[in-house]
């Protein structure tokens, strides 16, 4: 497919496109028959020297105009626009169709190829810059997509270590407390990293694939907690539905993982509730946890946040609604996303 797009998209190709395109366009109102070859090598003959002045004008004139040097691009275009008439002319005495141009007289016919050339210019030119600015227009765009594949890339590379950064200290907790359970929460890292390694990097998964692995990393986050935090996750029943959605991978991992390490508390209810529906072509997450206790607060990079907000940004641009909230004794999140099926 790539190879395709290579030669389709040539400047030869392109340009040898545009030139049969014109050619086909102007021989379809002259007077040329191209029914015969000789006809058609006529015909090409007379575009050629139409084409080649428009090209000219095109190449070496029209930038005096860009530069602003308007008396010497007014004299420059008269003058050439002459010589491409009286070329043309020329041609036609010599070989095109003598008795056809000549039955007027010299003046007449003259002026007639004088308006052709200049016609013919403004023409070929109109639609070589249309076809430049559309060329300009794609190339740009491409390159704003291949900035935004990286800067994704980028912040894929830096959203790993800090959710793994965050699971080794939950792993260093439990081995002080309870160390039999650690290779069994090792196993389950495993699996956590196993998804991050094969899906981290694609451009979408399905929700079904990154719900199971927002469960697992509940699962290993209730052998971390234990009973101390009362934790719900609510998700859809149908598995089909979730299946039949796309989304960015890692995109709600990020606010499960903030919940859970900003939320802990002695002094009232540790809780954490997240729920996850898909309605109306939308994915919504709603998280509610507790406040955190100021003397258990953990010092937070931000980096996680930062991330979320910088990809929804480029992924989702005007497609996503993300909220947050906070009262006396919770904090909600919200993130609303605009689904595409698969």
């Not at 190449?59 to 043309?88: C, D, N, R, W």
């Not at 141009?101 to 007639?112: K, L, N, P, T």
């Not at 407390?177 to 699996?191: C, D, M, N, W, Y």
């Not at 979408?204 to 907690?225: A, D, G, H, L, P």
């Amino acid at each position: 497919m790539s190879e395709k797009r290579k030669w389709y998209l040539s400047v030869y190709v392109q340009e040898g496109g545009f030139f049969v395109a014109m050619f086909i366009l102007t021989m379809l109102h002259e007077w040329i028959e191209v029914d015969t070859v000789i006809g058609l090598l006529k015909g090409l003959a007379f575009f050629l020297i139409l084409y080649l002045q428009a090209q000219l004008h095109r190449f070496f004139i029209l930038p005096l105009m860009l530069k602003k040097q308007y008396g010497m691009y007014a004299v420059v275009s008269i003058v050439t626009t002459l010589a491409g008439a009286l070329l043309l002319y020329t041609a036609n005495y010599l070989w095109l169709a003598p008795a056809f141009y000549f039955e007027d007289g010299f003046v007449i016919s003259f002026i007639y190829h004088f308006v052709i050339c200049t016609v013919s210019t403004i023409t070929i030119m109109s639609f070589s810059l249309a076809r430049q600015y559309s060329i300009a227009v794609q190339n740009r765009y491409h390159d704003q997509l291949l900035l935004s594949e990286m800067n994704i890339k980028f912040l894929h590379a830096q959203l790993n270590p800090h959710f793994f950064f965050n699971m080794f200290n939950n792993l260093y907790g439990v081995s002080l407390t309870e160390p039999a359970r650690v290779p069994e929460l090792i196993l389950q890292l495993s699996g956590l990293m196993r998804y991050q390694l094969e899906n981290g990097t694609k451009s979408t998964v399905s929700i079904q694939e990154e719900i199971e692995f927002v469960r697992n990393y509940i699962i290993m986050e209730k052998e971390r907690v234990g009973n101390r935090c009362a934790i719900s996750f609510n998700t859809p029943p149908d598995s089909s539905l979730l299946r039949s959605y796309q989304i960015a991978p890692l995109i709600l991992i990020t606010l499960v993982e903030n919940a859970f390490k900003h939320s802990l508390t002695v002094t009232a209810t540790w809780f954490i509730d997240i729920t996850i529906e898909v309605k109306d072509h939308r994915l919504i997450l709603d998280i509610q946890n507790s406040l955190p206790d100021l003397s258990l607060k953990q010092d937070s990079t931000g980096i996680g946040l930062k991330n979320i907000e910088q990809r929804l940004e480029l992924l989702y641009n005007g497609q996503y609604s993300f909220l947050t909230a906070a009262n006396e004794d919770s904090y909600r999140t919200t993130l609303i996303l605009q689904l595409k099926n698969f």
